[in-house]
């Protein structure tokens, strides 16, 4: 059974990074894709930042360009978000995610398994 569990939440304040780590067990094959979501109390879940593992393409929603990297290592099945110049409005509870021949890269309902979450807070 796979299991994803992300690691490197924290509190920094505005301007900060942090690192989101996420451990994947199971195997991986070239139809996976891997992303990063992220959810606050009241609101619907909104993708972060996804890698299609077949070719590496990276997809990003509008407001983290720039700032956030996506990054597979498949010598480990580690997944990571690298985040810089972090904003208040970042401020949520991170999820990593797995699906199989996503077709929208940044839908949570193309994915199909889940971490438990980690949480960043930014204060301004």
């Known amino acids: 059974q796979v299991q994803l569990v992300e690691s490197g939440g924290d509190s920094v304040e505005a301007g900060g990074s942090l690192r989101l780590s996420c451990a994947a067990s199971g195997l991986t094959y070239s139809g996976l894709s891997m992303a990063w979501f992220r959810q606050v109390p009241g609101k619907e879940r909104e993708g972060v930042a996804s890698?299609?593992?077949?070719?590496?393409?990276?997809y990003y929603t509008d407001s983290v360009k720039g700032r956030f990297t996506i990054t597979h290592d498949n010598a480990k099945n580690m997944l990571y978000l690298q985040m810089n110049n972090l904003k208040a409005e970042d401020t949520a509870m991170y999820y990593c995610?797995?699906?199989?021949?996503?077709?929208?890269?940044?839908?949570?309902?193309?994915?199909?398994?889940w971490g438990q979450g980690t949480q960043v807070t930014v204060s301004s």
């Open positions: 890698v299609y593992l077949g070719d590496g393409s990276t």
């Open positions: 995610a797995r699906g199989l021949w996503v077709a929208d890269h940044l839908m949570p309902l193309e994915y199909n398994t």
